[in-house]
């Protein structure tokens, strides 16, 4: 076989079946005669009548019958709720099986106890679920409905711990902001709490967020600004006099 881009050799042959007609001649040429063929009559080779062999019909094999069987109905005062679990595993050697321990009797069935109750919603089980989570700005949002009491009691050392426990820090200003809207009265001490426990280039922005939501501002501004930078101060001006 030849590569690529190059054809095949080949050689064509024509071939011409009837016959030949010549251009000097119209007339058809005579065929020749054909030989007589010799047809040798040879009897067909008959079996004895006693050695014919009888088609027998073999069955076709098919798909299994399914077989159908009446439900099992358990009645109601048989059914019992609850209790440990029990399984009998039959083919397995390492369980033990009575052969004789074929009934299960009801009455020493003992209930499950019932669920644990779910922990009171609390500033430390707040915490470690923090710990414990990934998001925290949404485990807080999901949480600020329900555990409203939680959070609008919340004193500045604690709003700063709820703060240190965000794992993510640029969520730290948007949490600060939405835990400090349920505040009953968030201060200018809960402002400084933020910003002792906040990472240091979110400082400036815990300012900015926080500092329209005190409710002390006018006579307490003092405690933050005691806190703040030199430059601190100056890039967060505007924004303590708009809220004043």
């Known amino acids: 076989m030849t590569g690529a881009f190059a054809d095949n050799l080949a050689t064509k042959i024509p071939i011409h079946i009837g016959n030949i007609i010549r251009m000097h001649d119209q007339r058809p040429e005579q065929p020749l005669p054909a030989a007589p063929a ?18 027998q019909a073999i069955p076709i094999p098919t798909a299994p019958t399914r077989v159908s069987t009446e439900s099992t109905v358990v009645h109601a005062h048989a059914v019992i709720l609850g209790g440990t679990a029990v399984q009998y595993e039959h083919d397995e050697p390492d369980v033990f099986y009575d052969p004789s321990d074929e009934r299960v009797d009801f009455d020493t069935l003992m209930p499950l106890a019932p669920p644990p109750p779910q922990s009171v919603p609390s500033l430390d089980r707040l915490l470690q679920d923090m710990t414990a989570s990934v ?10 409905e329900e ?30 902001v939405m835990v400090a809207g349920c505040i009953k009265r968030f201060t200018c001490a809960h402002c400084v709490a933020a910003l002792r426990n906040t990472t240091n280039w979110n400082r400036t922005a815990m300012v900015v967020e926080m500092v329209p939501l005190c409710t002390d501002l006018e006579s307490q501004r003092g405690l933050i600004l005691a806190e703040l930078s030199q430059w601190e101060q100056t890039v967060t001006a505007s924004d303590f006099e708009q809220a004043l």
């Not at 010799?38 to 088609?55: F, G, K, N």
């Not at 998001?135 to 600020?144: A, F, G, K, M, V």
């Not at 609008?152 to 965000?166: A, K, R, S, Y």
Request: without cysteine; proline residues 9%.
């Open 135 to 144: 998001n925290d700005y949404n485990l807080i949002s999901q949480r600020i």
């Open 38 to 55: 010799t047809v040798i009559e040879q009897p067909l080779p008959s079996a004895p009548s006693d050695e014919i062999q009888m088609v």
């Open 147 to 176: 555990w409203k009491h939680v959070f609008e009691n919340l004193q500045p050392g604690d709003f700063g711990n709820i703060i240190t426990h965000v794992n993510n820090d640029f969520d730290q200003p948007r949490v600060a």
